[in-house]
């Protein structure tokens, strides 16, 4: 069986076919699949939105799909044939299936009332939205704020908990340690007034005794912000590896949330505390992430994530 039959099969885009199935000549473990646009069929147009007979003139580009067998999959436009997905449909659709997500966890959590005596799925995604920050443009509710998973790396031990123990900090004292967690670096920046306030946050990978003393008082109100914020998890129980699942959804919808250098969807409110975030893809993406803000997305994810939900055990 050809894996156009199975991408035929699944994963069928109107307007397009599937050309040309190849090995990438720059890595050994990478397929490459030419998406041909369909005879006849009219494309969105990527400025007005509409449909029309021709095709946007863009240089060829290509789209991370979901590994198959092992091997990293990308979707490869031919040039001078692209359609740009559109991103505030698939946004709708994403916050569609996170109201699914919601029912089978039972809810949203918040890291101030959660520990590692509850039940937690092995691995997994994790979606943070931030209280004040209401969607605009793709329905009602929370906006997602932050997507994040864990341990891509093979023989990687981490797990869903460890890691948001790392975002939520210690329990007993209030504090943490933002050296571990880039969240926690990333909203620590809006309470640090400037290097004389706290010169040491952000610097190196491990600080002494006296220095972690010294910026305990930062981390307690980190804490504070962090854990007063919804969040919602995805289990999805694969290997540690740079071709995840888990990695997938992580990048596409980070990519497909960020309104980094692109037209704004659901932008943060104007108090949003990211505003006085020190790193400009925080500021401009509206997200507490960096990596994968200026990534396109492949549609195709959200039919990945709708396929994991659904085949997850209530977490009620």
Same mark, same amino acid.
């Given at each position: 069986?050809?894996?156009?039959?199975?991408?035929?099969?699944?994963?069928?885009?109107?307007?397009?076919?599937?050309?040309?199935?190849?090995?990438?000549?720059?890595?050994?473990?990478?397929?490459?699949?030419?998406?041909?646009?369909?005879?006849?069929?009219?494309?969105?147009?990527?400025?007005?939105?509409?449909?029309?007979?021709?095709?946007?003139?863009?240089?060829? %580009?290509?789209?991370?799909?979901?590994?198959?067998?092992?091997?990293?999959?990308?979707?490869?436009?031919?040039?001078?044939?692209?359609?740009?997905?559109?991103?505030? /449909?698939?946004?709708?659709?994403?916050?569609?299936?996170?109201?699914?997500?919601?029912?089978?966890?039972?809810?949203?959590?918040?890291?101030?009332?959660?520990?590692?005596?509850?039940?937690?799925?092995?691995?997994?995604?994790?979606?943070?939205?931030?209280?004040?920050?209401? %969607?605009?443009?793709?329905?009602?509710?929370?906006?997602?704020?932050?997507?994040?998973?864990?341990?891509?790396?093979?023989?990687?031990?981490?797990?869903?908990?460890?890691?948001?123990?790392?975002?939520?900090?210690?329990?007993?004292?209030? +504090?943490?340690?933002?050296?571990?967690?880039?969240?926690?670096?990333?909203?620590?920046?809006?309470?640090?007034?400037?290097?004389?306030?706290?010169?040491?946050?952000?610097?190196?990978?491990?600080?002494?005794?006296?220095?972690?003393?010294?910026?305990?008082?930062?981390?307690?109100?980190?804490?504070?912000?962090?854990?007063?914020?919804?969040?919602?998890?995805?289990?999805?129980?694969?290997?540690?590896?740079? /071709?995840?699942?888990? +990695?997938?959804?992580?990048?596409?919808?980070?990519?497909?949330?960020?309104?980094?250098?692109?037209?704004?969807?659901?932008?943060?409110?104007?108090?949003?505390?990211?505003?006085?975030?020190?790193? /400009?893809?925080?500021?401009?993406?509206?997200?507490?992430?960096?990596?994968?803000?200026?990534?396109?997305?492949?549609?195709?994810?959200?039919?990945?994530?709708?396929?994991?939900?659904?085949?997850?055990?209530?977490?009620?």
């Amino acid at each position: 069986m050809e894996l156009t039959t199975l991408l035929n099969r699944c994963y069928r885009f109107k307007g397009f076919v599937y050309g040309k199935v190849q090995w990438a000549k720059a890595s050994p473990n990478t397929i490459e699949v030419e998406v041909i646009p369909r005879r006849g069929s009219k494309p969105y147009c990527a400025g007005c939105g509409k449909r029309r007979a021709g095709y946007d003139r863009l240089p060829e %580009r290509s789209f991370e799909f979901i590994p198959f067998w092992g091997f990293a999959v990308f979707f490869r436009y031919a040039k001078g044939s692209v359609a740009m997905p559109n991103r505030r /449909e698939d946004l709708i659709q994403f916050y569609e299936l996170l109201v699914e997500l919601d029912h089978k966890t039972g809810g949203p959590r918040r890291l101030s009332d959660c520990n590692g005596r509850q039940q937690w799925p092995l691995r997994g995604v994790y979606f943070f939205m931030e209280p004040g920050e209401a %969607r605009s443009d793709s329905g009602l509710g929370w906006r997602v704020v932050r997507v994040g998973t864990h341990g891509l790396t093979q023989g990687s031990r981490s797990t869903l908990w460890k890691r948001l123990a790392q975002h939520r900090g210690a329990a007993a004292s209030g +504090g943490g340690n933002h050296r571990g967690s880039i969240f926690r670096l990333l909203v620590g920046t809006t309470i640090v007034d400037g290097p004389s306030d706290c010169p040491t946050w952000g610097q190196g990978k491990t600080a002494k005794r006296d220095t972690r003393l010294c910026e305990q008082r930062f981390e307690r109100e980190v804490s504070s912000i962090i854990g007063g914020m919804p969040f919602l998890f995805l289990d999805i129980d694969d290997k540690p590896a740079p /071709e995840s699942v888990r +990695g997938v959804i992580e990048k596409n919808a980070i990519a497909l949330l960020s309104n980094f250098k692109r037209p704004p969807l659901d932008p943060p409110s104007s108090v949003w505390r990211g505003h006085r975030c020190m790193k /400009e893809k925080v500021q401009q993406s509206g997200l507490w992430n960096q990596d994968y803000v200026n990534d396109n997305y492949n549609p195709a994810f959200l039919q990945t994530f709708k396929t994991l939900i659904d085949a997850m055990e209530p977490w009620v």
